[in-house]
T-cell receptor, first 111, second 111 residues
Framework: TQLLEQSPQFLSIQEGENLTVYCNSS?????LQWYRQEPGEGPVLLVT?????EVKKLKRLTFQFGDARKDSSLHITAAQPGDTGLYLC???????????FGSGTKLNVKP | DAGVIQSPRHEVTEMGQEVTLRCKPI?????LFWYRQTMMRGLELLIY????????DSGMPEDRFSAKMPNASFSTLKIQPSEPRDSAVYFC?????????FGPGTRLTVT
């Protein structure tokens, strides 16, 4: 059983659409990260959130950490084909250096 | 900076053989992580080091797996003897604080 559950597992949308990916757990995290991974490469860190209720924006990407620090969401506005990839959330329980990864959301944005 | 360097990028070996994966972390980073990624289990932390000292090896699946970090610029993950179920992509990552930078991975196939 994964400590972090991501949904949906797969998402195929048209360019220009909006989407939200969810990362949920019954555990409380000291921090949570989102990564994007492209085929044949390692994950690349997008953002780290540490405060409950925190919202961070990275261009068209908006990340939110739940008030109780048990869940997070990633919202992409006007998706582009370059957003295609595997999106992973990762949470640290007590140790800021030991992260547990979710199973990932595979996003495909069609032109 | 060259980023995290891993070698080899691909390894194909027969069951029972010894396999050694290598990693050079980013200079100045004092944490080093080894992960394994499979379709079934996602991205799993195997072991991590701080200042060359193993801190948590609870993710190492069996005694067949061992990892060393003889100095700040080099680490190895060894599997002896290898088995088909060890087939996966193995990632090395390094960090200074809690922002991990991943290498490109080693795709291991054990036949």
């Amino acid at each position: 059983t994964q400590l972090l559950e991501q949904s949906p597992q797969f998402l195929s949308i048209q360019e220009g659409e909006n989407l939200t990916v969810y990362c949920n757990s019954s555990s409380v995290f000291s921090s949570l990260q989102w990564y994007r991974q492209e085929p044949g490469e390692g994950p690349v860190l997008l953002v780290t959130v540490v405060t409950g209720g925190e919202v961070k924006k990275l261009k068209r990407l908006t990340f939110q950490f739940g008030d109780a620090r048990k869940d997070s969401s990633l919202h992409i506005t006007a998706a582009q084909p370059g957003d295609t990839g595997l999106y992973l959330c990762a949470g640290a329980l007590y140790n800021f250096n030991k992260f547990y990864f979710g199973s990932g959301t595979k996003l495909n944005v069609k032109p | 900076d060259a980023g995290v360097i891993q070698s080899p990028r691909h390894e194909v070996t027969e069951m029972g053989q010894e396999v050694t994966l290598r990693c050079k972390p980013i200079s100045g980073h004092d944490y080093l992580f080894w992960y394994r990624q499979t379709m079934m289990r996602g991205l799993e932390l195997l072991i991590y080091f701080n200042n060359n000292v193993p801190i948590d090896d609870s993710g190492m699946p069996e005694d067949r797996f061992s990892a060393k970090m003889p100095n700040a610029s080099f680490s190895t993950l060894k599997i002896q003897p290898s088995e088909p179920r060890d087939s996966a992509v193995y990632f090395c990552a390094s960090s200074k604080k809690y922002e991990q930078y991943f290498g490109p991975g080693t795709r291991l196939t054990v036949t």
